[in-house]
């Protein structure tokens, strides 16, 4: 696998005016990538810049997440768990503001 193939990605806004975006690619396992995935998933408010829910896992920190602004490491297990953990901290931060 030479290319990065993209498994998910979306787009969008909610009813509040909120963009919710998911984006997951297959990467050949490397030591930089060595679960052969690469990932961003963002929740950013209406009018902030900053995202309030953010996971990815760029080089060299690895598995991450960004909640209301700390970052704090992630432990990744698949990509199914990724999304639900994603998408339960977009509701609680979604209920904070």
Do not use: C
Not at 14 to 22: D, K, R, S
Not at 24 to 37: A, F, H, Y
């Amino acid at each position: 696998m030479a290319q990065a193939e993209e498994v998910l990605r979306e787009k969008l806004w909610n009813e509040e005016g909120n963009l919710v975006e998911m984006v997951i690619w297959r990467v050949e396992p490397t030591s930089k990538q060595p679960d052969g995935l690469r990932y961003r998933l963002a929740f950013v408010r209406t009018g902030e810049e900053e995202p309030a829910v953010l996971y990815d896992n760029h080089h060299p920190k690895g598995h991450h997440r960004h909640l209301e602004g700390v970052e704090e490491p992630y432990h990744f297990t698949d990509a199914r768990q990724l999304i639900e953990d994603f998408q339960a901290d977009l509701e609680r931060a979604k209920r904070r503001k």
